[in-house]
């Protein structure tokens, strides 16, 4: 039987961030699962289905009525691409920021390595500094005050 490796990022998004069904991680993240995700605020949460339900508890926690929406997705070989959009209301404390119950919109990029009907490696590049903006955390371009 031949696994839709859409499904299984499909089911990352879905389930996992928008259900809050950390069992999920369990089923579909290799062990060993890489998670590279390179901007300014989010910590190392660690590697295979433990750092991905530490991220979404940590996430979810911050927003609990997080809600990310699947815009595109595009499968070639073993990768996946996801464009998606979430939204949610700030109102529980991220890694120290206190709640500031703001309403935000930030869009990203995901890229799925699935092998063996399991995500082996995952990239995410994400509109951190909107998504601080919106919080009002980070001052605004001197050129978008204008």
Known sequence: MSVDIREIARRDREELWNKGDLSVADEIIAP??????????????????????????????????????????????????????????????????????????????DIYRIAEGRIQEFWLNWDTMGFMQQLGLEPLPARAMA
Request: with cysteine; hydrophobic share 35%; aromatic share 6%.
């Open 32 to 109: 060993n699962c890489v998670h590279h995700i390179n901007d300014p605020i989010t910590p190392a949460l660690g590697t295979g289905p433990e750092g991905a339900k530490k991220a979404v508890s940590t996430y979810r926690h911050a927003f609990p009525d997080l809600h990310i929406t699947i815009e595109d997705m595009i499968a070639e070989g073993d990768r996946v691409v996801v464009r998606w959009t979430s939204r949610g209301t700030h109102n529980g404390e991220l890694m120290g920021f206190p709640p500031t119950h703001m309403k935000i919109t930030v869009t990203g990029i």
